[in-house]
């Protein structure tokens, strides 16, 4: 079973993976009377998952066209990658699931469709397919290498943060009506940022985006932010950590309208100890957010609580992270350990990060009753 990391006394979601105290006991209880096997008569059925898709069957599957190599150098890569395509018509998507090709150094994408219009670039299959971040030195180098741009120079539409990966996240399905989006028939798939992580030995990546569309427009697409590294609001202090130091690190940002929170998502890295986040209203009420006691680099959740939660307008949105860089740390990646930055924004693995990402919609009177339970695993079909 995948760990759970989230504290389930602290808030609850849906789709949590744990085991309640009695089911521990009877595990162990089992264990202990010699793990003796039941009744065969009451063996279940194996469970039938459809294949390459942790969500059902996908309605189009787009496949990055060659191979990524990925040499052997013990180097973090930053790529920026674009898949075109072209389907029958303008259609809405239901949402996207990206599946690695290389579980093991897949750390992070984060996806994004281009779209273009009909008249305002006539070949979209040209250009190369990938680019290293590094070596492209902005986005805008690397835009243009790849020729993503309009015929005449200009910037297609962006659709941003379509899917997102990070180890251990399962692709959330939502209620009709809430989330989607509409593409045009010609458009790119951009990983504007995917992280392979170092390897010792050369391997090699070829990734796929499953598609399942829908056949009404989204009613309420989703909005995002992101308090600390890269986001709204500052870490304090910054986000520096000596050698054989425990720290704390606070970021908080001012909610200015009401709005329904719906997912939330955690991210540190190895030095990562621990995760706090809540919300305090105008009227010092505290709304729990996410507790993690014993953060884990390799197991990253997406959380989406069980029914939206009301955020008024003037609330506090507070995170705490404290980050372990002492040799106590079996993750820390140096040994002796070393001054650790968070500062720049920079994403490897050995770098520190602390972000809170939230996911949400203006808020609507009756949101609080909208369950986020019991979605169909399979999206074909669906209204």
């Known amino acids: 079973m995948p760990p759970w990391p989230a504290d389930t006394s602290y808030q609850r979601y849906i789709g949590e993976r744990y085991l309640t105290s009695d089911e521990k006991r009877l595990i162990t209880e089992w264990i202990h009377q010699g793990c003796n096997e039941g009744d065969p008569a009451h063996i279940p059925s194996a469970p039938e998952f459809p294949k390459g898709s942790q969500l059902g069957i996908p309605d189009m599957v787009i496949r990055m066209e060659e191979p990524f190599i990925i040499p052997g150098d013990n180097k973090d890569r930053f790529m920026v990658i ?37 008249d305002d670039k006539k070949n979209i299959f040209e250009g190369p397919r990938f680019i290293d971040r590094d070596d492209a030195g902005t986005l805008d180098s690397s835009y243009r290498y790849l020729k993503l741009l309009n015929d005449d120079g200009s910037y297609p539409l962006l659709t941003p943060s379509v899917f997102n990966y990070l180890p ?57 932010t992101q308090l600390g590294t890269l986001g709204i609001s500052e870490i304090v202090p910054p986000l520096l950590i000596p050698a054989d130091t425990i720290m704390k690190f606070v970021t908080k940002a001012v909610i200015y309208q009401d709005v329904s929170l719906v997912t939330i998502n955690p991210h540190m890295h190895l030095l ?28 990253q959740c997406f959380y989406t609580f069980k029914k939206m939660l009301k955020i008024p307008a003037g609330s506090i949105i507070v995170a705490e992270g404290v980050f372990d860089n002492t040799s106590n740390n079996h993750n820390n990646p140096f040994s002796p350990p070393r001054q650790i930055t968070g500062l720049g924004g920079s994403m490897r693995t050995t770098d520190e990060m602390f972000q809170l990402i939230l996911t949400y919609l203006p808020f609507q009177s009756g949101d609080e009753e909208i369950s986020l339970e019991g979605i169909s695993p399979n999206l074909k079909g669906l209204p």
Do not use: C
């Open 82 to 118: 674009k898949i075109p395509f072209e389907l029958e018509k303008d259609t809405f998507l239901r949402m996207a699931e990206y599946v690695p090709g290389n579980r093991k150094l897949s750390h992070h994408v984060n996806g994004h469709i281009i779209q273009y219009k009909e």
């Open 168 to 224: 251990g996240v399962v692709p959330q399905i939502y209620p009709v009506g809430i989330g989607g989006y509409r593409i045009k028939k010609r458009g790119a798939i951009l990983m504007r940022d995917i992280h392979f992580g170092p390897t010792p030995i050369q391997q090699s990546d070829q990734s796929y985006i499953n598609l399942f569309f829908d056949s009404l427009p989204p009613i309420r697409p989703f909005m995002e």
């Open 272 to 299: 990562g100890k621990s995760f706090l986040a809540y919300a305090i209203t105008p009227t010092a009420d505290t709304i729990p957010l996410v507790r993690i006691n014993q953060w884990d680099f390799r197991w």
